[in-house]
């Protein structure tokens, strides 16, 4: 939206699922522009990006339920672009231009 | 970081880590060595015979679809001559089942296989709603977890299927593993990892309720290979969360399993070996059978907990609010459910398990002072099985669980109903439960 979004935002897809998209509005596809980088001035990361969901994004009161001690709750596989997070560098990824994370939950029943 | 090759290709990029020995996998090989692995399982352990016509107990969950989807898989690509059918049961819930049961719907499509859905009014006379509103909240997962675990056999008697498969996977597994281990509750280890819980027939009637076999396919794959598999191949599953226990998360033994598995994923494969392994250790758990009883009630207790009966809301992992969490369940199973039931005449029973030779002695004290190391508090194990003398269930009582838990409903139910017998309820009745909600 701002011309400056090439320095200052990274345009990424964020989606939900297994129960999760509860919490994010009952909508599964978030198209985001997230800062480039953290308030450190470090490049963003999934810990930031978690932050940033559960400041600006995340409206359910019930925030435990995505994160949990500061990070994503365990039950809670994190796709990176299709591919999981720990072969990734968990939350120390650092984010890429559409970048595609999805945060898919094992813990909710059938 | 650089892609990571696929360790069986070593040509496409690894997408997956696998938690049991944290190989990385591309997408095709992975779904190759999930399908292979439930093939492996179902042979090893001889779940199949030719010509058996088998009943999924299908959710529209993910455990569910993913056993529908992979089964359908082998029983072509290995030609296991098995016929799959699709059971599903509707508890009565509005705003829960209904859109699990469309996905139960388009799955029967996708997939090929005839459904049958079947719902507790049919079979017992009362939605969970009109439980609830009944007994309220609190409890109500008792009703729903008794009648839950008849459904499915009752079901496939309707259906003429012998065989009933469900979902429970590892996870599920060691999550009751560890809830029995807290509870001191080894007996009842046995039948709960036991993959197969078929049950003697008690009687010789091709119709009974007593001769229904369960087994779970899927119970050494991880929660977490399910989802990627049902992700990776694109299923249509639904997650859903019970409206009467939100945000139980089926409890924190769940989360104390997911914990584990963060900081160590073989950890829930090693609880379910070990579960196992302890489960032999019981006396008398599987010898006086040979072994071919191993878990007379089917598929029963193992499930407590399955669901939202624990009101789950603390965060998870800290063994101390673990345990007052079971504490809790614990007092509620015995004030409700247990003492209802075991009063009638279960102590001359209960010490067959802890001794061949004791099984006189009458109650727990003296079985301990004969050197026994523990007494089992509750559960069971060497029942004599019969039938339920109202419904014809298998039950090691006179009277079934869910029979006792309906005869209170029945007894309760507001003067200004019709009283129904326990297995036909009029349409009307539920239009009147409708008037009174609004």
């Keep these: 939206m701002s011309g400056t979004k090439d320095d200052k935002a990274i345009p990424i897809t964020v989606e939900f699922s297994g129960g999760l998209e509860m919490l994010f509005s009952n909508q599964r596809k978030h198209q985001l522009s997230i800062p480039t980088k953290d308030e450190a001035g470090s490049p963003s990361n999934i810990a930031y990006l978690v932050k940033y969901l559960c400041e600006n994004v995340l409206k359910d009161p019930r925030k435990d339920l995505f994160i949990l001690d500061g990070s994503v709750r365990p039950g809670i596989l994190v796709l990176v672009n299709d591919a999981d997070w720990e072969l990734e560098g968990e939350d120390k990824y650092e984010i890429q231009r559409n970048d595609n994370i999805l945060f898919v939950s094992t813990l909710h029943g059938g | 970081m650089p892609p990571t090759p ?134 109500n997962c008792t009703y729903c977890g008794v009648f839950r675990r008849q459904a499915l056999d009752r079901g496939a008697v309707r259906l003429g299927v012998k065989h009933v498969v469900t979902g429970h996977n590892a996870d599920d597994v060691a999550e009751t593993v560890l809830m029995n281990l807290l509870r001191g509750d080894l007996p009842r280890l046995s039948r709960t990892t036991s993959i197969v819980t078929s049950t003697p027939s008690a009687s010789n009637d091709p119709n009974s309720h007593t001769n229904i076999k369960r087994s779970k396919p899927l119970k050494y794959a991880y929660e977490k290979e399910i989802v990627l598999y049902a992700h990776h191949k694109n299923l249509d599953y639904f997650s859903t969360e019970c409206i009467y226990s939100p945000e139980a998360f089926r409890g924190s033994a769940r989360a104390l399993i997911k ?43 193992e499930e407590e907990g399955g669901c939202g009966s624990s009101n789950g809301r603390n965060a998870g992992g800290k063994m101390a609010s673990m345990e007052a969490h079971l504490a809790q369940n614990e007092v509620a199973a015995e004030n409700g459910l247990e003492i209802e ?36 508090r509750k559960a069971p194990k060497q029942q004599v099985m019969g039938q339920c003398k109202r419904c014809g269930y298998l039950s090691s009582q006179e009277i079934c669980k869910a029979c006792v838990l309906l005869e209170s409903l029945n007894k309760n139910r507001p003067k200004n109903h019709i009283e129904v017998s326990s297995h036909m309820q009029e349409e009307t009745n539920g239009e009147v439960h409708n008037v009174t909600r609004g």
Aim: charged share 25%; glycine share 10%.
């Design chain 2, 6 to 139: 696929c360790a069986i290709c070593r040509t496409n990029r690894a997408l997956i880590l696998r938690p049991k020995d944290h190989s990385k996998l591309c997408k095709e090989c992975f779904i190759n060595v999930f399908e292979t692995e439930i093939h492996h399982t179902v042979t090893t352990n001889n779940l199949f015979n030719r010509g058996e016509k088998i009943a999924i107990g299908a959710s529209g969950g993910k455990d569910s679809t993913v056993l529908a989807s992979v089964l359908k898989t082998l029983n072509e690509r290995y030609d296991y001559g098995v016929e799959l059918i699709l059971l599903s049961i509707d508890e009565g819930i509005k705003g829960y089942r209904d859109d699990s049961l469309e996905t139960v719907k388009r799955n029967a499509k996708q997939y090929d296989m005839p459904l049958t859905i079947l719902g507790y009014d049919e079979l017992y006379g009362w939605t969970m709603d009109q439980v609830v509103e009944q007994v309220g909240k609190k409890g």
């Design chain 2, 259 to 301: 914990n584990l598995e963060r900081v160590r994923p073989s950890a829930i494969l090693d609880v379910v070996r070990s579960g196992e392994d302890m489960a032999k250790l019981v006396p008398g758990a599987d010898e006086s059978c040979g072994g071919a009883c191993s878990s007379q009630v089917p598929a029963a207790e």
């Design chain 2, 341 to 376: 039931i075991t009063m009638n005449g279960v102590n001359g029973q209960r010490h067959n398990r802890q001794d061949g030779g004791t099984a006189s002695v009458v109650n727990g004290k003296k079985g301990r002072a004969k050197g026994q190391a523990f007494t089992p």
